[in-house]
């Protein structure tokens, strides 16, 4: 059996369930549950936030408006991916909720740094601040937050889109814990810095979510391998199996979130089946890693690469000319 009637062996799993227990429909459905909750509370803050002269409460309520539209973003972004591949979009539209969980991630930065502008303005030129009114709005906020935050804790966390969502929504209740207690300092003491304190807080918690969210989905849009992943310890691992006797064009990246792909060229020795040595290599890669959508092409060694040579020399007549990225065999080996 030739080369070529080994080449290009598929693994797709099983179905591919990538839903973790939680159906996308019921994503939708407590998505928007939350959705409602913010937006009705989001325009009373408004108000009480212009009449209280209170910048804590207005950057709560402009952080709330992120995280209604991080929520409208990631109900359109589910509805995207759940349309299946077509014409020139092989995937489908999957990575849409990268997107999203990206813009999620650069809504909240750009948002800290306008709030955090606004709370040394007044940490230098404080406005009066009406501290009860504060108080009992930052304490109702809580509540709404809370039960937004459970709504979207219910829906499948594993995907970064709705990890951004939620890192919003939580993002939040942090910021009206932080207002409440600044509404009280100012109520009690009279200390009107105390709110854009508060703020400046809350500002650090956004630039650590934000950041987070930016750089998962710039690794998947960069096609860089799932965190847990190192490729070369993989590479090493397929080439230790006994008929393998070199791995090269490795590539480990993820489609979106929680599905991981893989695809290598396997050498094997002359003798070797092809076909059961790309069926043990999946069982490994999906036992030991979790990744089932692979694409394996196996061939048979050429006798003159199985001559060892000089160490670091590669043989003249290599399989690939260029190969993409380190070259796994047997032995020590540069990575």
Known sequence: MGA????????????HDHGH????????????????????????????????QSLA???????MLTDAVSIVLALIAMRLAARPARGGFTYGLKRAEILSAQA???????????LAYE?????????????GLVLVTALAGIVVNVL???????????????EGAYQHILN????????????????????????AIATLVVVALMVKAGYGLVRESGRILLEAAPAHVDPDTVGDRLVAHGPVTEVHDLHIWT????????????????????HAVRRDLEKLLGADYGITHTTLQVDHAQETLLRVGRAGEEPEDAHCSAPHGPVHREGPHHH
């Open 4 to 15: 070529q009637d080994h080449a290009h062996g598929h693994a797709h799993g099983h179905g």
């Open 21 to 52: 227990g939680v159906a996308a429909n019921a994503d939708r459905r407590w998505l928007a549950i939350a959705l409602s909750l913010i937006c009705a509370f989001m325009a009373i803050e408004v108000v009480i936030g212009i009449v209280a």
């Open 57 to 63: 409460l207005i950057s709560d309520a402009a952080h």
């Open 104 to 114: 999620n991630g650069l809504t909240l930065l750009l948002l800290a740094v306008w």
């Open 119 to 131: 709370a040394v303005r007044r940490l230098l030129d404080p406005p009066a601040v009406e501290g």
């Open 148 to 162: 937004a935050a459970w709504c979207i804790s219910k829906a499948n966390r594993t995907s970064l889109n709705v």
């Open 172 to 195: 939040d209740l942090f910021a009206f814990i932080g207002t409440a207690v600044a509404g009280l300092i100012v109520l009690t003491t009279g200390f009107v810095q105390a709110d």
């Open 255 to 274: 489609i979106t979130s929680g599905e991981a792909a893989l695809s290598a060229h396997v050498l094997v020795e002359p003798e070797s089946d092809c």
